[in-house]
């Protein structure tokens, strides 16, 4: 009877896990697709030098981080494939969504800040392990600079031989 | 350098197939890996039980609490020696390990049951003496305990729990905590259940066989299963295979067929007149302790 108990308790958290984890997956991937295009305008690289190099600039740290959560059901199938190996196509489209979530939130902070460049992208992940299903961090970080057009201001950015 | 900013690539770095399909297959693959090295495990453990010399279980058992004790009143030391009569008189026709000594405890206790376990052990619980109409059912119940031990299924579960114990543990460990790890060990479980269903029906005919020769019929047999039937929790029993797949007991009505098919075979009498139970154990029957 426990045993019975136990095992209906198992299938309903795994069906659940099922359907709300696959309508917030499909509502976040429709999210990051609009803001995608929202935040078109702002374009991040992973160069390390401005392509402008002889505009001043001014520059500054922007970054984006995201928590998202694994469901019972991508832990499961995840569990299993542990066991035979493979790619885990659950937590593929976790990373991936997280990625680009952290991403969005990069662009975000650039644009609050009036800048529509970010250089140096850069990327950081970390596992949070909570029970038996896994979160993971996803940090985006980049250099925004906004070209500094102000004549008053401007100064070579090396020094110029004098001629 | 022209810098152009494009939208992310879609379908590259994760799919669009129904992870319904992948936990299909990997439920599949991983229930039919672990019942098949559970049976494998279990098989070889089986085969080997009977196989180990009976000394090596006796020295085993001497190292732990032993289960058949002497109880501590008049009336359980009287028991006990009546137990160990009917014993000793139906070992005699079941070709029992010749090393083995059979010690038979009784316990005074309210549990309708009683096992058989390592090093010739047998323990019967007042709650299923005082059951019992006639030495024939009684007779019924010993040589079915007698037939585990003759078998040895008692070193066979040892030596197949500690094997699929590793097995076991060696998965969960692997999966962590992960609810994976708990759905195959109780996958694994059922796998168990159902060689301990096959040694009851073994220990079943050989009970039978040594009901026979003892007694002339088997009505002990019968009487028995009508009893486990009136318990409670009997009369719920249904035929489904389900539940009986959860059960380490075949279902009485199964059992109850079961005899009468062997006594059809055999050519054995079931409604011969029984023998009287043996004075101390029918003097339980007077003491209604809960």
Redesign the interface.
């Known amino acids: 009877m426990l045993d019975l108990i136990e095992l209906g308790l198992f299938v309903t958290l795994l069906v659940v896990g099922f359907f709300a984890g696959s309508i917030v997956e499909k509502r976040h991937y429709a999210s990051i697709r609009k803001r995608e295009r929202e935040y078109a305008d702002v374009l991040a690289y992973a160069v390390r030098f401005p392509p402008d190099r002889v505009t001043r600039q001014r520059a500054f740290l922007v970054h984006g981080t995201v928590v998202i959560s694994s469901d019972y059901f991508k832990t499961f199938v995840a569990g299993l494939r542990n066991l035979f190996g493979g790619r885990v196509r659950t937590y593929e489209t976790l990373m991936e969504r997280a990625r680009r979530e952290a991403m969005l939130r990069l662009k975000h902070d650039a644009r609050r800040q009036g800048a529509k460049l970010v250089i140096c992208v850069r990327f950081e992940t970390t596992t949070i392990s909570t029970g038996w299903a896994a979160s993971i961090e996803v940090f985006a970080f980049g250099t925004a600079l906004i070209p500094d057009h102000d004549p008053a201001l401007s100064f070579p950015s090396r020094p110029v031989a004098a001629a | 350098?022209k810098?152009e900013?494009r939208?992310?690539a879609e379908g590259i770095?994760?799919?669009d197939?129904n992870?319904?399909k992948?936990?299909a297959w990997?439920?599949a693959?991983?229930l039919a890996?672990v019942f098949l090295l559970v049976f494998t495990v279990s098989l070889a453990a089986q085969w080997l039980a009977p196989r180990i010399p009976y000394k090596y279980e006796a020295k085993l058992a001497a190292t732990l609490p032993p289960f058949a004790t002497t109880p501590d009143n008049e009336v359980g030391r009287a028991v006990q020696k009546e137990l160990q009569g009917i014993a000793d008189r139906l070992a005699a026709q079941m070709q029992l390990p010749s090393e083995m000594v059979l010690r038979i405890g009784y316990r005074d206790e309210a549990t309708v049951n009683a096992f058989a376990t390592l090093g010739g052990q047998v323990v019967f619980f007042r709650g299923l003496l005082t059951r019992l109409e006639s030495e024939d059912a009684l007779a019924m119940v010993m040589s079915h305990e007698l037939a585990h031990l003759k078998y040895r299924h008692a070193s066979a579960a040892l030596g197949r729990g500690v094997a699929i114990g590793v097995i076991l543990s060696v998965?969960s460990s692997?999966?962590?905590?992960?609810?994976?790890?708990?759905?195959l060990s109780?996958a694994g479980l059922a796998t168990l259940l159902s060689f301990n269903r096959d040694q009851e029906r073994d220990a079943d005919d050989a009970a039978l066989h040594a009901l026979h020769a003892e007694y002339g019929h088997i009505g002990g047999a019968v009487d028995l299963f009508n009893v486990m039937q009136t318990l409670p929790g009997g009369k719920r029993e249904s035929s489904s295979a389900a539940v009986e797949l959860?059960r380490t007991h075949p279902l009485t009505q199964s059992r109850v067929n079961s005899v009468a098919i062997w006594a059809s075979n055999n050519g054995a009498a079931t409604d011969w007149p029984r023998r009287p139970l043996p004075p101390a154990i029918a003097s339980l029957r007077g003491v209604n302790k809960p």
């Open positions: 350098m810098l900013n939208l992310p770095n994760s799919s197939e992870p319904l992948e936990l990997l439920v693959g991983g890996a998965i692997d999966l962590g905590s992960s609810a994976a790890g708990n759905v109780t959860l």
